[in-house]
């Protein structure tokens, strides 16, 4: 089994290095023997706000969030960023949560591989 941890730093939209991140993050998620976690820090905690609506046919960060979690990934969002930009744990999007630092460093010693968008 392989262990990578995905930290993501980007607002979700604005920039593409926070959708690249997690377009590689869910096609890690898919592969038999992966296990992939997922930390939003600074700007990505928005991310993982629910209710984001896009353009039609545009990306949208929360469900490609969704489909990691629902492929047994995890996905920590920095509290203190989260309160930095006024998003509350009740807007969070389904299989996101609030996290810590502290967390984070339990996943970077947990992880074989650490990539950094």
């Keep these: ?3 990578t941890l995905f930290v993501l730093n ?9 959708y690249n991140g997690l377009r590689l993050a869910g096609s890690l998620a898919k592969r ?3 296990v992939v976690r997922v930390f939003l820090v600074g700007d ?6 629910a209710g984001q609506k896009v353009p039609q046919g545009y ?9 990691v979690t629902r492929r047994g ?20 999007a389904e299989g996101t949560r609030r996290s810590t630092l502290e ?12 990539l950094v968008f």
């Excluded at 990505?44 to 706000?49: G, L, N, Q, T, Y």
């Excluded at 967390?103 to 650490?114: F, H, I, N, Q, S």
């Design 1 to 3: 089994m392989s262990k």
């Design 10 to 18: 980007d607002p979700p939209y604005g920039t593409e290095r926070s």
């Design 32 to 34: 038999e023997g992966e």
């Design 44 to 49: 990505a905690a928005s991310c993982a706000k």
């Design 59 to 67: 990306y949208n960060l929360e469900v490609m969030l969704r489909a």
């Design 73 to 92: 990934g995890e996905v920590g969002v920095c509290g203190t960023c989260m309160d930095a930009r006024g998003i509350s744990d009740g807007e969070l």
């Design 103 to 114: 967390e984070l460093a339990e996943w970077t010693l947990w992880a074989d591989r650490v």
